[in-house]
């Protein structure tokens, strides 16, 4: 067996070696499986902030994001009702210019059933005041204001599906 600089691979240490390497090239070329892992299983903490009758709204906290006077979080909106192992959801890349009171999405993404991300829709809206009794006005209590939900919270939104949904 061969690695990629042409070099015999001598042992079963080296041949470990290399596909730790090779995982690890893929993980960073494309996210794959381990952002498949994130969202299934990731060290991720959703605070649930808000529920319809027939979906829950979570706010993935410690991934939020500072730059100058804009907050960027993802939030994920799943069904309430849903099968077992059922992991489908979408998920919001939000910006918030707090002073402003102003949000805008960025980005959407969809994903199926087995947790795999499905469509992603990448599109900057424009900045708006947001509604401080809507959607985004409760998610700036968690973004700008510090709010966070009582537990439980969750590291995954596969953690939160196993729980029961509730």
Known sequence: ????????????AGARRMGVICGLALAMAGGGAAAQDEVLDGAQDWHPFSRS??????AEMKGMVTEGDVHRVTLA???LQGEAG????????VEF????KESRSVAAMDFGADGVQTDRYDDASSWEAYNPNGRDGFLAGLVCDGNRAN???WPSIKAWVDAGRK
Not at 1 to 11: L, V
Not at 86 to 93: K, L, R
Not at 97 to 100: G, H, I, T, V
């Open 97 to 100: 210019r707090c002073a402003a």
């Open 151 to 153: 537990p439980p919270t």
């Open 53 to 58: 009758a027939v979906r829950l709204y979570m």
């Open 86 to 93: 059922d992991y489908s959801h979408s998920e919001e890349i």
């Open 1 to 12: 067996m061969r690695n990629a600089f042409k070099t015999p691979i001598k042992t079963l």
């Open 77 to 79: 909106v799943v069904p």
